[in-house]
């Protein structure tokens, strides 16, 4: 059975022992932990660092690793969401750089799994992006495979506002693109981080591709989207997707989560599915972050325990 945890953006003033403790205190079995360079973040849930990847020697390694053990809380993988695909050459190859050392770093740590994203050039077009895709992938994918840790890339378009239009920043969206970036990089290592939410709010069917890309999803999120109807018949499916839908905890949405399991323990899935909290509803202060979290857990409990 697959371990239940959540991704540690959500509680960015606490320390990496602050966010383990609050883990085994509240029974999350493991901790998506964010690695994102120490800086001003670009975006909402951006720029948490609760491992410092540059900062990483050998008795900081043991050290996380043993009060990891000692809470009982895992790592489940390190995280890092960038556009490595960005139109600015100079933040792209920076990008790409921090997320080799995220993968260097995981496999110091111990660890399987370091999740990302594609990226993508927004203003280009999918075939466009294919040909900036085939430049970048396959030495990143190379660093993976030689460190032997798996590359889950999440499947969000990062397309939410004006801010994003008219492409979104990553390519990594739907099954058919996802068919073809595996295709182009034949790689064990090369996979999903999938999450439901995002294709449900595109209108796709987020079972099906459970069942397809089985070999491929080595990690999982859980968040939760509500489609407002009466403001998609507004506006309609080509405007900015925040018009028409918000993120929620689970169980406030959308998704069914008993069919989402259900799918999962189908095709034997034995990886981490992590709670992500993007609900501004529980946003105002530090207490309701946390709240988010158990309350997410009490939902799940029905699923994963």
């Not at 792209?92 to 995981?106: C, D």
């Not at 895709?133 to 506002?161: D, L, R």
């Not at 390519?171 to 693109?177: F, G, M, Q």
Request: aromatic fraction near 12%; hydrophobic fraction near 40%.
């Amino acid at each position: 059975m697959f371990k239940l945890g959540f991704v540690s953006a959500i509680l960015s003033d606490l320390s990496f022992e602050e966010v383990v403790d609050f883990a085994s205190i509240n029974g999350y079995a493991c901790v998506e932990m964010l690695c994102w360079p120490k800086g001003k973040a670009e975006r909402r849930y951006a720029g948490v660092t609760h491992i410092d990847v540059n900062d990483l020697d050998e008795q900081k390694i043991k050290s996380i690793k043993k009060y990891a053990r000692e809470k009982n809380v895992e790592i489940s993988a390190l995280g890092y969401y960038p556009n490595p695909l960005d139109p600015d050459t100079e933040k792209r190859k920076y990008y790409i750089e921090h997320i080799k050392k995220v993968i260097t770093a995981a496999a110091k740590l111990g660890l399987k799994n370091v999740n990302t994203f594609v990226g993508k050039d927004k203003n280009k077009n999918i075939e466009e992006n294919f040909k900036i895709f085939k430049k970048v992938w396959p030495a990143i994918i190379k660093h993976a495979e030689q460190s032997k840790i798996m590359i889950g890339i999440e499947n969000c378009p990062m397309f939410f506002t004006n801010d994003e239009w008219p492409g979104g920043n990553n390519l990594a969206t739907t099954p058919a693109i996802w068919r073809r970036m595996f295709e182009e990089i034949k790689s064990d290592n090369f996979g999903l981080n999938y999450d439901p939410s995002h294709l449900l709010w595109q209108q796709i069917d987020y079972i099906k591709p459970i069942y397809e890309f089985k070999d491929k999803i080595f990690h999982a999120h859980i968040k939760d989207a509500k489609v407002f109807q009466n403001k998609l018949d507004e506006v309609g499916i080509l405007a900015t997707p925040l018009e028409f839908h918000a993120p929620k905890l689970p169980g406030l949405g959308d998704v069914n989560w008993g069919k989402f399991v259900s799918a999962l323990t189908d095709i034997g899935y034995q990886g981490s599915v992590c709670v992500e909290v993007e609900d501004r509803s529980f946003e105002d202060s530090l207490d309701s972050r946390k709240k988010s979290l158990i309350l997410s857990k009490q939902y799940l409990n029905q699923y994963v325990v």
